[in-house]
């Protein structure tokens, strides 16, 4: 990881937005934005979906995923329309039941993006959750008991290596549950309300793509603005930021410290080279997911954040709200005196809130990781 910058920031690259294919390209797991009104039908939101589970998806194999054969067709087909019948059911179920539906609606979700683009992947046999619980019983119950001990193979893992940095925890590992929640994209506002503490998230003002150059001399970067406001409420400076957030710094440097403007810039330390454009955006997605730049698509138009961790190595947002959703499914099914215990108290608002959000998000991540189109509400 970079140290913290000293004195004055480097010069920013001068460069331009640009378009591909006569529409522009945004910073993304996607390269182009796909918006959707707020105000859009369930059909809306599943419309991707929908048109590769009826024929399959071309836009992954563009990008060199294999081919999907006809066995691999309908497995898609099936995983697509049995994560929307739990995702339709998700909003109608009362709370404490909720995470069990909205599990399986990721878990089904999840298996048609790993079909998509890896089809061997999900070939039978059995495709395991790849997850555990680790509740250990005592006297007196806590939330922070909650426990989940990550195995050597399954859905999950196959999730987290292959969305963000790639990256998952060995075999073995065991998580607490109460140690993801100020990481959940979706709900910082309802966890800083419960906790009384922020979420780990550094809100993002602006993330975009530039380029600059010509014929075989052109290259393209990204770019982020976060506001100082943003720095003053969490205390963290502008060169800080790229030490608290160890990941992002690895990505990026800071170009413009804020003091003559209302934003620190930082931009990506490496300059992507091409030739024609389109043989840069699987690079450029690449280098976003890859710094866990977390995206909320269910607002704004998309809302960015930067992980605040001195981890170097962590867990897609994807992996993280499967994890989550995993466990409270487990607690659903096999312990729901320990979700009563909760109602109404502290961590309420994960079964209330953060599960319909976080199905919304993760819906419109993993269409966009199928379509290659940024999938965003506003």
């Known amino acids: 990881m970079a140290p913290s910058s000293v004195g004055r920031p480097p010069d920013a690259r001068k460069g331009k937005t640009v378009a591909s294919g006569g529409r522009t390209v945004v910073a993304g797991v996607g390269s182009h934005l796909r918006p959707t009104s707020p105000r859009a039908t369930i059909s809306d939101l599943w419309a991707t979906l929908d048109i590769?589970?009826?024929?399959?998806?071309?836009?992954?194999?563009?990008?060199?995923?294999?081919?999907?054969?006809?066995?691999?067709?309908?497995?898609?087909?099936?995983?697509?329309?049995?994560s929307r019948q739990y995702y339709d059911a998700v909003p109608r179920a009362e709370a404490a039941a909720k995470p069990l539906l909205a599990y399986y609606f990721m878990l089904n979700l999840t298996k048609a993006y790993l079909t998509a683009s890896n089809p061997p992947s999900t070939v039978p046999p059995k495709l395991m959750h790849g997850?555990?619980?680790?509740?250990?019983?005592?006297?007196?119950?806590?939330?922070?008991q909650e426990k989940f001990k990550i195995h050597k193979e399954g859905v999950f893992r196959l999730l987290a290596e292959s969305t963000g940095m790639g990256h998952c925890w060995?075999?073995?590992?065991?998580?607490?549950?109460?140690?993801?929640?100020?990481?959940?994209?979706?709900?910082?506002?309802?966890?800083?309300?419960?906790?009384?503490?922020?979420?780990?998230?550094?809100?993002?003002?602006?993330?975009?793509?530039?380029?600059?150059?010509?014929?075989?001399?052109?290259?393209?970067?990204?770019?982020v603005d976060v506001s100082r406001l943003q720095l003053r409420q969490a205390n963290v400076g502008a060169a800080a930021l790229v030490v608290n957030a160890a990941v992002f710094g690895d990505h990026f440097r800071l170009v413009t410290d804020g003091a003559d403007s209302e934003t620190a810039t930082y931009e990506s330390r490496s300059?992507?080279?091409?030739?024609?454009?389109?043989?840069?955006?699987?690079?450029?997605?690449?280098?976003?997911d890859s710094s866990i730049i977390c995206r909320d698509r269910t607002r704004d138009g998309g809302t960015d954040f930067i992980v605040m961790s001195p981890k170097t190595q962590l867990l897609s947002m994807e992996a993280l709200s499967f994890a989550t959703m995993h466990h409270l499914s487990n607690m659903v099914r096999y312990r729901p005196h320990h979700v009563e215990f909760l109602r109404g108290g502290k961590y309420w608002w994960l079964f209330t809130s953060w599960v319909d959000r976080a199905c919304e998000n993760f819906l419109l991540a993993l269409s966009s990781r199928i379509s290659l189109e940024e999938h965003v509400i506003g």
């Open 271 to 288: 300059a992507i080279k091409f030739t024609t454009f389109q043989k840069a955006l699987p690079q450029l997605s690449h280098e976003f």
């Open 52 to 82: 590769a589970a009826a024929g399959g998806t071309t836009s992954l194999q563009r990008r060199g995923a294999p081919s999907l054969d006809p066995a691999a067709t309908r497995r898609l087909s099936a995983y697509v329309r049995q």
């Open 170 to 223: 060995p075999k073995g590992t065991v998580l607490q549950v109460s140690d993801l929640l100020p990481f959940l994209v979706e709900s910082g506002d309802l966890y800083s309300e419960a906790a009384g503490r922020r979420p780990k998230l550094m809100r993002v003002q602006r993330t975009q793509v530039r380029a600059t150059g010509t014929g075989p001399n052109q290259e393209a970067w990204l770019v």
């Open 131 to 144: 997850l555990g619980d680790e509740f250990k019983a005592s006297a007196r119950y806590r939330f922070t």
